[in-house]
């Protein structure tokens, strides 16, 4: 009996031993484990090729990108794509996107403030950053931003890495340092692995360089596609995609009264210029000069990147600051007389395109039927459920 019982208490704490050996040592191994190895296959939107790169792949490019867009024709092509990465770069990107980590504080995503769930942006009229600092600009969606030549607002960045740093390394954002960042990551097992595997033409052994970091981001974001809406149906040739409500909104947005395609020219939905439209400003807030400060050009005081307008639907409130809370009231600013926003002192050079179409109600809401015809998130990416640094995805 009392042997039994030895056995027995010696089994349990032989067994407990195990547990607390093997428990503790193991979990940074477990979590590796539960990392599968990146995807070898491109997100939807894309073809491998022979070099293990995605190409970009849609209806568009049967047609030609004409230097002469005008207000953008159903077939027209659309501008040149960044592509070319292989699908363990943007895998890889998919993981750093969702990981607060690459915050100072552990505590902020890029998918805090660009949620796949809400347009890949926030839902709020300006963004959040650390310690609840409120930001001056509303977070625009990451839709389609490959095809983009310049970044934010007030359009201060010309590519997706330089872009990056301004988040990264804020500290009213994700308020990170370089060395911080690059110490933080290869100082995780997991991302060691996983930044050997997504580029293997380096030595393995090699630390984490910040390059990898911004170009495995950029992957991720230039495989943010939508372009299969309903109106890209209709533009391809299926006419039963839009009904006649919708269509008609398509032709006030295309009209010369209306003037939308003019800024807005599908299939992209900007003519990523700059334009001063004279939005107005939350109650009590000064006017935000916008590109006149990066540009260093009176002239372009007030002045902002037109936006793309696809999956505009899944992205409210509206405009730099966030001022619109519904698509409604953002077109009825377009009827409501060139300037009208604008403080009396300031004396902006307002867009040509920009006058008084007179709209009526049942046309601006034609406008909004049509607006909603954009919406495509189909390609939406999986947000990872566990992250390589095990932290859990802030979203
Ligand atoms: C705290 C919220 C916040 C976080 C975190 C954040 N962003 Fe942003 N993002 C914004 C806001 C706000 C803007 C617009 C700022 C402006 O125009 O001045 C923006 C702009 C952008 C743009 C420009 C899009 C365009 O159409 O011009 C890109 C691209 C972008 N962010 C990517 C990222 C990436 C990648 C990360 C992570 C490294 C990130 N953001 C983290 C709020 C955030
Ligand atoms: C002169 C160029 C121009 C014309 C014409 C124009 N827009 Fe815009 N649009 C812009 C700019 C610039 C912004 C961003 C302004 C800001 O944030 O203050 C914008 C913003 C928007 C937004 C909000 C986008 C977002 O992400 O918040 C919508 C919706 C919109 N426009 C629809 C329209 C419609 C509908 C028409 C036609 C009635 C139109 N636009 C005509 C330049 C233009």
Not at 5 to 26: D, M, R, T
Not at 255 to 279: D, K, M, Y
Not at 351 to 356: G, K, T
Not at 372 to 387: N, Q
């Amino acid at each position: 009996m009392v042997k039994r019982n030895v056995i027995l208490k010696s089994s349990i704490s032989g067994l407990l031993l195990c547990v607390l050996l093997f428990a503790y040592p193991i979990q940074d191994d477990v979590l590796y484990e539960n990392i599968p190895k990146l995807n070898g296959n491109c997100p939807p939107g894309f073809m491998l090729n022979t070099q293990n790169e995605c190409i970009a792949q849609n209806l568009y490019m049967q047609y030609s990108t004409s230097n002469n867009p005008g207000v953008g024709g159903l077939k027209t092509g659309l501008p040149k794509v960044r592509d070319g990465f292989s699908p363990q770069k943007i895998d890889l990107g998919r993981y750093l996107f969702f990981d607060p980590v690459l915050s100072g504080d552990g505590t902020i995503s890029c998918a805090t403030c660009h949620n796949p769930n809400k347009g890949f942006s926030d839902g709020l009229p300006t963004s959040i950053g650390m310690g609840n600092y409120p930001l001056k600009r509303a977070a625009p969606s990451l839709w389609n931003v490959a095809y983009l030549r310049l970044f934010y607002w007030d359009g201060r960045a010309s590519s997706l890495e330089e872009q990056m740093k301004g988040p990264l390394f804020s500290k009213d954002e994700m308020n990170n340092t370089p060395e911080n960042l690059i110490n933080t990551l290869n100082s995780i097992e997991n991302y060691k692995h996983l930044f050997a595997e997504a580029f293997p033409e380096r030595n393995a052994q090699r630390p984490i360089q910040l390059e990898e970091v911004y170009m495995a981001i950029t992957a991720f974001e230039a495989s943010l596609v939508s372009l299969n809406s309903k109106y890209d149906r209709y533009a391809h040739g299926y006419h039963e995609a839009l009904n006649q409500k919708e269509i008609a909104g398509m032709n006030v947005f295309r009209s010369f009264v209306a003037r939308c395609a003019e800024c807005h020219t599908p299939p992209l939905f900007t003519n990523q210029q700059i334009a001063i439209i004279g939005t107005p400003e939350p109650n009590g807030l000064p006017l935000d000069p916008g590109a006149e400060v990066p540009f260093n050009d009176r002239s372009l005081r007030g002045g902002f990147k037109v936006p793309s307008l696809r999956n505009i639907e899944k992205t409210a409130p509206y405009m730099h600051s966030g001022k619109f809370k519904t698509l409604r009231e953002t077109v009825q600013f377009y009827t409501d007389g060139r300037g009208h926003a604008v403080p009396e002192d300031e004396n902006l050079i307002i867009h040509w395109h920009i006058w008084e179409p007179e709209l009526s109600d049942d046309e601006l809401d034609r406008l909004v039927d049509f607006l909603k015809t954009l919406t495509d998130e189909s390609f939406i990416p999986k947000t990872p459920k566990i992250l390589p640094s095990g932290l859990k995805p802030s979203v």
